[in-house]
């Protein structure tokens, strides 16, 4: 489930220009997952706050028990939410105010419609901010319905497509990372080292990574990421 582990989480808060541990940061993981990331970012900036936004209750639930768990419940706060509900992100404005920095990891892909993801996200972020975006991307040979059937993604978007998306709700100075070769080895050894343990829990986990590392190690898949300014 996690993508990246803590050397993300280090360079997330890098690119966003927050890592002054005696700063008190208010920062924002759109599609918190089990809330992995947010806790290794409250470890490394003890004055900061954390809040996680998440559609799946169940992962939702689960990160928080986590959090209870270590006592960093009063540094970092799941809203289980669907980050393209206009809504639901005003009411989180309404009461945890503006962020200094916004991140999201391999969230964006799934949802339809981009373009308010990134509307609601700007309206949360405060002047001059970043907003650090790990995501897929289509290319010219992406095969649009393996990537629907079997990852889950939903109207990709090319590269460019995302720098438009990110202009029109008005972000400014857009930057595009390409991680691809480095994906590929990713998903290349997670999927073995999977089919490699002794205890296989699931057959479906193991075929879905299968299929991951097939897309990523064709031309089908790419990917990388966006850092935008407000
Ligand atoms: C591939 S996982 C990545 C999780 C985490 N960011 C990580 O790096 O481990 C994608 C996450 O985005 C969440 N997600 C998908 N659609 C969402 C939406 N509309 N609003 C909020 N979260 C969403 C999923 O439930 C899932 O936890």
Same mark, same amino acid.
């Given at each position: 489930?996690?993508?990246?582990?803590?050397?993300?989480?280090?360079?997330?808060?890098?690119?966003?220009?927050?890592?002054?541990?005696?700063?008190? &940061?208010?920062?924002?993981?759109?599609?918190?997952?089990?809330?992995?990331?947010?806790?290794?970012?409250?470890?490394?900036?003890?004055?900061?706050?954390?809040?996680?936004?998440? &559609?799946?209750?169940? &992962?939702?639930?689960?990160? /928080?028990?986590?959090?209870?768990?270590?006592?960093?419940?009063?540094?970092?706060?799941? &809203? /289980?939410?669907?980050?393209?509900?206009?809504?639901?992100?005003?009411?989180?404005?309404?009461?945890?105010?503006?962020?200094?920095?916004?991140?999201?990891?391999?969230?964006?892909?799934?949802?339809?419609?981009?373009?308010?993801?990134?509307?609601?996200?700007?309206?949360?972020?405060?002047?001059? /901010?970043?907003?650090?975006?790990?995501?897929?991307?289509?290319?010219?040979? +992406?095969?649009?319905?393996?990537?629907?059937?079997?990852?889950? /993604?939903?109207?990709?978007?090319?590269?460019?497509?995302?720098?438009?998306?990110?202009?029109?709700?008005?972000?400014?100075?857009?930057?595009?990372?390409?991680?691809?070769?480095?994906?590929?080895?990713? +998903?290349?050894?997670?999927?073995?080292?999977?089919?490699?343990?002794?205890?296989?829990?699931?057959?479906?986990?193991?075929?879905?990574?299968?299929?991951?590392?097939?897309?990523?190690?064709?031309?089908?898949?790419?990917?990388?990421?966006?850092?935008?300014?407000?």
């Amino acid at each position: 489930m996690r993508y990246g582990g803590d050397e993300i989480a280090h360079k997330i808060l890098f690119d966003l220009g927050l890592q002054n541990k005696f700063s008190n &940061y208010k920062i924002l993981n759109a599609g918190s997952g089990f809330g992995s990331d947010l806790i290794e970012q409250a470890n490394l900036l003890p004055n900061s706050n954390f809040i996680g936004i998440e &559609y799946n209750k169940k &992962y939702a639930d689960l990160s /928080c028990k986590i959090i209870h768990a270590l006592g960093l419940e009063s540094r970092i706060k799941i &809203y /289980c939410a669907d980050l393209s509900s206009k809504y639901a992100l005003l009411k989180i404005r309404e009461k945890e105010g503006l962020f200094d920095g916004v991140y999201s990891n391999l969230a964006v892909l799934h949802i339809k419609n981009k373009k308010l993801v990134y509307d609601n996200i700007y309206k949360l972020m405060k002047e001059n /901010c970043k907003f650090r975006n790990e995501d897929y991307v289509s290319n010219s040979f +992406t095969d649009i319905k393996f990537a629907e059937d079997k990852i889950g /993604c939903q109207n990709l978007k090319t590269i460019s497509e995302m720098h438009n998306i990110a202009e029109q709700v008005g972000f400014k100075n857009s930057l595009f990372e390409d991680l691809t070769s480095s994906w590929r080895e990713f +998903t290349k050894n997670r999927a073995f080292n999977y089919a490699n343990m002794q205890d296989k829990k699931s057959k479906i986990k193991e075929n879905f990574l299968n299929d991951v590392a097939l897309f990523f190690t064709s031309k089908n898949g790419s990917g990388g990421v966006f850092i935008h300014t407000k």
